[in-house]
């Protein structure tokens, strides 16, 4: 009872966010930044497990952001600025007004555009999972970004409209995606895996739910 | 799904320490949404005033888990485990103690470069959390 554990991501350390940019810009090979987060996986790890913590995460270090990160194991993905996507925007004026308002900054958050058919090129979470369970044995969390948020932000007309006919087509690969993937992450020992929406939020609260959100 | 406990995390945003800019209201428009979900568990925002009252959700969801946002991860000092205690008794009123489980509202660095705290404090966070599980155990085992 009154178990203790995160919603899933850690603060990043200088050094990791000097490796993510440096694999983002090519000047890193995959294996070596994977080394880095090791390291800082390892540290996060040790933290929960001092605290005493029951249900530990690994903090999402090898994550771009929540969601974006997908791009790493998903086919038909690109990972965008929100700076880069402003070129797509119908509206433009409107939507950096709204990141302008809502203090996003638009060159550190980057979006997962859709920009061919989407198809497991790996699983999204599993090699996370396992790295965990090398270091504890407690039971481990796993997020994943929820289908909603998936479908939403990947959703950028000016491309994905090319290779899906419209959301819905696309949602469907969205959802068997995130379904093999919650199925890979039980059958791997997950003991809890979290979906996070934090648009549906805005859907409801907001007072125009049909404009561009940033995520 | 069998073999994995599945949740749903929802929150009003947490990409900016300005809670201004961040969404307010209670989860109202949202229950018809979460009665349909197939989730064992709820991982839900309550430690700022913005979230609104745990009401809402206990009623109509009290047979489910809850993931009980009772930490900031936005604010640099941590929360008094006496106040985490509060809160969960709050939640009692809806929840069993094996249904409730303590968590951050959401993450302390959704964003790799927008990351809404540093490390020292989500540890004392975690702490915080950690000594006010201990002593709801001793109250309610």
């Given at each position: ?215 | ?89 709050e939640a009692l009123q809806y929840f069993r103690p094996e ?43």
């Amino acid at each position: 009872m009154f178990e203790v554990t995160q919603v899933g991501s850690w603060p990043r350390s200088r050094d990791l966010l000097r490796a993510l940019r440096d694999k983002q810009q090519g000047r890193m090979t995959r294996d070596e930044f994977e080394r880095v987060a090791d390291a800082e996986v390892r540290r996060c790890v040790e933290h929960q497990v001092a605290a005493g913590v029951d249900v530990v995460v690994d903090g999402e270090q090898r994550r771009d952001n929540f969601y974006s990160f997908v791009t790493d194991k998903l086919d038909g993905t690109r990972l965008m600025s929100l700076a880069e996507m402003l070129d797509t925007v119908e509206d433009k004026a409107a939507f950096e007004e709204m990141l302008a308002t809502l203090d996003v900054p638009a060159s550190a958050i980057r979006n997962p555009t859709c920009t061919g058919r989407l198809q497991r090129r790996e699983p999204l979470a599993v090699g996370e999972l396992r790295f965990v369970q090398q270091l504890t044995d407690r039971p481990v969390k796993v997020a994943l970004p929820g289908p909603y948020l998936l479908t939403r932000s990947m959703w950028v007309g000016a491309y994905t409209r090319k290779v899906y006919r419209d959301k819905t087509e696309m949602g469907d690969d969205v959802v068997r995606i995130l379904r093999e993937e919650l199925q890979d992450l039980r059958d791997a020992g997950a003991a809890f895996v979290q979906f996070d929406e934090p648009v549906l939020t805005e859907v409801v609260m907001s007072e125009d739910c049909n404009r561009r959100t940033f995520m | 799904m069998h073999g994995v406990r599945t949740g749903l995390h929802v929150c009003r945003g947490n990409w900016s320490r300005q809670e201004d800019v961040l969404l307010t209201g209670d989860y109202t428009p949202l229950l018809p949404a979460f009665r349909n979900m197939h989730v064992d568990q709820f991982v839900l925002e309550y430690a700022t005033p913005r979230a609104g009252e745990l009401r809402v959700v206990g009623e109509a969801l009290g047979g489910r888990e809850l993931g009980l946002g009772c930490v900031n991860p936005r604010t640099d000092d941590a929360e008094d485990p006496a106040t985490i205690v509060a809160r969960a008794g709050e939640a009692l009123q809806y929840f069993r103690p094996e249904a409730i489980f303590l968590n951050p509202d959401c993450g302390f660095g959704c964003f790799a470069n927008r990351c809404v705290n540093e490390e020292s404090h989500a540890v004392a966070k975690l702490h915080s959390m950690v000594a006010a599980a201990r002593v709801l155990r001793e109250r309610f085992a």
